[in-house]
């Protein structure tokens, strides 16, 4: 179901994507869904039911849709109007969550491995930085932090295969880009963060899985060129879990294996032709105990 409610492989989910981007109203007319309809229903069903439990029941639990039955229960008592928060709004919103949280991470770990097996000399860097770690006791958040390597090697990553390969904003006053392009108000930009990450002009040797270009002592990161998690208030809400899913997975794999490639491992990697980024043929590589 996970996988249903937030993959869009495939050449017409890819049109109705940009169709839904640029023709919502068109979409709405047409009846035409955006998400997996069994999926969809399956999620806002078990999200509608919890919200209807803990309503009853009186159950307080510290996560989001918590916060979300809150903040719907505030605006009613702060105001004498009704509450703009429904529980389709709830449910939407946790959909998302879960839309958002789910592909993008397991995408990108699977980036992580290919690149690590097919850099073996990063890869043993990395391990020697575990390996070291490991010695001072058990692994904590903030001992994950402080590995340096780690974190270089987890934001090239992102740089290399950014998951959403653009943002998009909405323009709110006319403005000029260099003299040249006038933008007008309500109109929707589309900020290309793949061909950002991929221009010579700020990350030289683009194609080059190179964790050097994050070492923050060099500091050769042209601001608002690295964006794989967009960037300003409406950026991604998940980024620091994220980052520490990742962290996390890469020590665990690399202390107990090495990642090797496999006769079926794509070098050089061939890309989907889908508007999520992803291997044509899956990932594949194998893993030898340590
Ligand atoms: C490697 C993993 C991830 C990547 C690369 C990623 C990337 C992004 C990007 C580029 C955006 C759009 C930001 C913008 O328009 O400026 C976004 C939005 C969002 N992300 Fe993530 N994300 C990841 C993981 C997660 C996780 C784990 C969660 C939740 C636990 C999450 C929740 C969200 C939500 C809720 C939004 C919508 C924010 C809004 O519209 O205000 N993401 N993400």
Not at 111 to 123: C, I, K, R, S, W
Not at 125 to 152: H, N, V
Not at 170 to 193: A, F, H, L, R, S
Not at 249 to 276: A, C, G, H, R, W
Request: aromatic share 12%; proline share 6%; charged share 25%.
């Amino acid at each position: 179901m996970g996988k249903k409610i937030t993959s869009f492989r495939g050449v017409l989910n890819t049109i109705k994507f940009i169709l839904l981007q640029v023709y919502p109203k068109l979409l709405t007319l047409l009846g035409i869904r955006f998400l997996d309809e069994e999926a969809g229903k399956f999620f806002s069903d078990i999200i509608r039911d919890t919200i209807k439990m803990r309503e009853e029941k009186n159950i307080v639990r510290p996560d989001v849709i918590h916060i979300l039955m809150e903040a719907q229960k505030k605006r009613t008592q702060d105001t004498t109007e009704k509450s703009n928060i429904s529980n389709l709004d709830i449910t939407s919103q946790c959909v998302i969550f879960f839309f958002a949280g789910f592909e993008t991470i397991s995408t990108t770990l699977c980036f992580g491995m290919y690149e690590l097996a097919t850099n073996p000399d990063v890869q043993n860097k990395l391990r020697e930085e575990i390996l070291e770690m490991t010695k001072s006791g058990p692994i904590t958040y903030d001992t994950l932090l402080q590995m340096r390597y780690l974190d270089m090697v987890s934001s090239e990553v992102l740089r290399k295969w950014p998951q959403l390969s653009f943002v998009d904003r909405i323009c709110t006053k006319p403005y000029v880009v260099d003299g040249k392009i006038q933008i007008k108000p309500n109109t929707e930009v589309w900020i290309p963060t793949y061909a950002l990450h991929r221009d010579p002009q700020y990350f030289p040797d683009p194609d080059k899985f190179n964790p050097e270009r994050f070492d923050s002592k060099k500091n050769t990161i042209t601001p608002y060129t690295y964006l794989p998690f967009g960037l300003g208030p409406r950026s991604c809400i998940g980024n620091r879990f994220a980052i520490m899913e990742m962290k996390c997975f890469l020590f665990y794999v690399l202390s107990k294996y090495e990642i090797v490639p496999t006769e079926k491992t794509p070098i050089p990697m061939v890309l989907s032709k889908d508007i999520q980024l992803g291997s044509e043929n899956g990932f594949w590589m194998g893993l030898k105990r340590i």
